[in-house]
Structures are given as C-alpha cells and as structure tokens.
C-alpha cells in the first residue's frame, strides 16, 4: 500500500491507539505485530539456573497446562567422576516445587527444558491433518480444533515435549507464549526467571544481544545429530546432557 | 464404429455428479484460511496470539511500583522480576483496586531460591534454612526488595556472616 498524506493522517490515531495497547500490558489483539520480522528462539544459560522451578510454575499458571503435564521442565543432573555417558537425570514433578537438598559429589547442575522450535522440526512433519505447523516467525504451534489426538507427533518430538492434554484430548506443548510475544511481552517463563538463565531471543532482529552472545560463545543445542534445526541455544552445556 | 457409447456417457455423468459432489463438500468442509501461510489452517495464528495474558511483566509493576524500584537498584535482587516471587498478576495491572496481590510467606518464598542445593551455581548465595534461621521468618532480618543487611544489631550481623560464608562454599 502507497502511504499517501491523506493515509498517513488516518494511519496516525490508529497507530496512536495500538501503542496504547502495547503499553496497556494486556492487550486482546496486536495490530503492529508482523509474521514476516521475526525468528524466535531461546537461550539458555546453564550455569545460572538455580533449579528453583519458577519457569515451571510460571507456564503451568500462564498456558493452563494441567498437572503432572509439562510444557517446560527443568532436569537435575548427577554426573559421577569420568562417566559423562550415564548421567543420572531427576526431574521430581518436573521440578515445579524445586529440588530436594542433595549433598553428594561429582558434577551436578540444572537443565531446563522445553519445546525447540525446530526449523525442520518432526513433529509438523508427521502431522497428518496440519494441525502443527511452523509459523513464518518461527514458531511451532498446535491448532487444537484441528487436532486429531493421533499422537504422531508425540513420537517424532526426539524432545519430547509433547504430550495429549487429558481435557481437551489433543496435542500440546510449549507456544512459546505465542500470545505474549506478539504483544511485546517476553515469554512467562523468561518474565519470571530469577537470575536471567532464560532468554527469548529473535534472530531477525539485528539488535537483538542474542547475535553478540552467539558470537563469543560456546553455544550447542540439543541432539545436534538429529538435524531438526532446533533453536533454544544451551550455553556452558555439559557433554553429558541427552 | 463408436455407436454403442451410450453406456459410457451414463458413466461420464455419474463421475461429473461424484466429483461436483466432491469439490463442493471440500469447499464446505475445508477451512477457508487453510493453505494461506503452509500445510495448516492460516487462522489458527491469530487464535494463539489473540489469548488473554496472566503475567503483566515487570515493565507495567515498575510503572506503578516505583518505590519498590529505587530499593530494588540498592541491592542484587534488582535482577529478579516482581512476578518471580510474587506471582502473576495481569489482573491487578488491569485492576489493581479491586484484585490485590496475596502476601507472601517468605519461608516458602526465599527457600525456593536460596535453599542449599549441590547442583546450584558455587556462586550463588545459599543457605541450609533449618541451621540458618531456625524457624525465624527471612524478612525479620533481610528487607525481600534489599536483602542485604547493612545496618543491624549483633545479633543479626552474625547472621549475614554465616549467609556470605555459606554463599561461597
């Protein structure tokens, strides 16, 4: 559309009331939000999570997710001495209370853990309705009046990070708070995280510290041999981490 | 040599019916947005985004709470978000005379952070609560907002000692 003098006069108050909105914290709908300007995804900075499960609790409360269901979890991990291949994982009500005090040796650290946003993800692959699609920003949703409930995609998750919501009988995971990053909102999770372990991050955006903090470093992402394409970036991960 | 073609036109009607048929439920039972973006129903973008919010986030607090802010930027907990401890609340942003947030038990609250754990970052300052208060609830001796306890009785100074020590074990 051609912004003539005559449009941008009518553009301005519409524009005026939409940052009010933006402002407002709580807005229904998010007129200035384009699909094409963004590429989500997530960094998350091992060494500053402290397993306190406010991730956890913070997502249960903003997605409704029922209990014992998980669209982010954190993972306690025990690595004894040399054996980074059989690390031992606890996750104890998806570590939504926390953790138990655990006072023993050897390598010990959280990972939290959530849907990857895969660019070549599994899951959308196998769908045989088109019920999980990627988004053109980057973000691999679920349309539940569309769902099946066939579990298809609760299989190819190599994540997993699916599950079947026992209310509604489809497939869930985690959204990425699509309905607040499209207002301006980060996601609840990275709202509520104590010490800055997780970070939304949009790779569209040139100003994003996301492009810094790739450069200098040592990022991996999960099960890279799986080729998905995931995009929630793991700093200081150790080797042991499935 | 094509006279007995009858039958075949019965037969080419019958497909043409099936097919009318056909495109005409699949335009019914097709959504209308389907194929706009991909493989998927184009709509179902705007349904997940058009959901209500429930963490206001720490922007609209402080645009309010500014008090709570200058003590905040006094000490380390400047980092941690209002809605870490005190929860969601994008209804009292909306409301706030009427949808007041509940006040918080600061032995649950504190511990879910700062109870020892051996798989926490060593920097990260951490306590045994049982040895560290004895039942005394946290903000007794530490302001939530500005934890640090600079000016106290000996009493309490011993206290912050024994945190600090801890911390860095």
């Keep these: 559309m051609e912004i003539t003098r005559r449009r941008l006069l009518v553009l301005l108050p519409a524009a005026a009331v ?5 402002l407002a914290g709580t807005p229904e709908a998010s007129p200035n939000y384009k699909l094409t300007e963004h590429w989500w995804s997530m960094l998350i900075d091992i060494p500053k999570c402290i397993g306190c499960g406010s991730c956890v609790r913070a997502c249960a409360e903003e997605n409704d997710v029922p209990d014992s269901f998980y669209r982010t979890w954190i993972e306690r991990y025990h690595v004894a001495d040399w054996r980074i291949e059989r690390p031992e ?18 390598k010990n650290f959280f ?47 190599p994540y997993g990070c699916r599950f079947i919501n026992p209310k509604t009988k489809t497939a869930e995971k985690c959204s990425l708070c699509y309905h607040r990053i499209t207002k301006g909102l980060t996601t609840a999770c990275c709202e509520v995280c104590p010490t800055g372990a997780r970070q939304l991050a949009d790779l569209k955006n040139p100003k994003d510290p996301i492009h810094e903090f790739l450069r200098t470093h040592n990022v991996q992402i999960l099960k890279p041999h799986m080729a998905t394409g995931a995009k929630v970036f793991y700093n200081g991960m150790d080797g042991s981490v499935r | 040599m094509f006279k007995d073609i009858e039958h075949l036109i019965r037969l080419a009607v019958v497909i043409l019916v099936l097919l009318a048929i056909f495109l005409v439920l699949r335009v019914a039972v097709v959504p209308r947005s389907f194929g706009e973006y991909g493989h998927y129903r184009g709509a179902a973008i705007a349904e997940a985004a058009a959901r209500p919010v429930a963490f206001a986030g720490h922007d609209v607090c402080e645009a309010c709470h500014t008090d709570v802010v200058e003590q905040k930027k006094q000490g380390k907990h400047v980092v941690v978000p209002c809605e870490a401890c005190h929860g ?42 049982a040895d560290h208060s004895d039942g005394i609830a ?19 100074k011993k206290t912050e000692t024994k945190t600090r020590t801890e911390g860095k074990n």
Excluded: M
């Excluded at chain 1, 053109?136 to 409930?149: I, Q």
């Design chain 2, 138 to 156: 946290c903000d007794t001796c530490h302001q939530p907002h500005r934890p640090k306890i600079e000016t106290a009785p000996s009493e309490t």
């Design chain 1, 111 to 157: 990972v939290p853990k959530l849907c990857n946003h895969c660019v070549d993800s599994p899951c959308t692959q196998v769908c045989p309705v088109g019920a999980t699609f990627v988004t053109p920003d980057g973000v691999v949703l679920v349309d539940k009046t569309y769902c099946l409930g066939c579990r298809y995609c609760i299989q190819a998750c």
């Design chain 1, 18 to 22: 939409a940052w009010k909105y933006v």
């Design chain 2, 88 to 129: 969601a609340l994008a209804k009292h942003a909306d409301d706030p005379a009427s949808v007041t947030p509940a006040k918080l038990d600061t032995a649950v609250v504190c511990a879910r952070c700062h109870e020892a754990n051996s798989a926490k970052p060593k920097g990260f300052p951490q306590v045994v609560t």
């Design chain 1, 89 to 106: 994982v606890e996750s104890p009500d998806g570590g939504k209370q926390g953790f138990p005090p655990n006072e023993i040796g050897g």
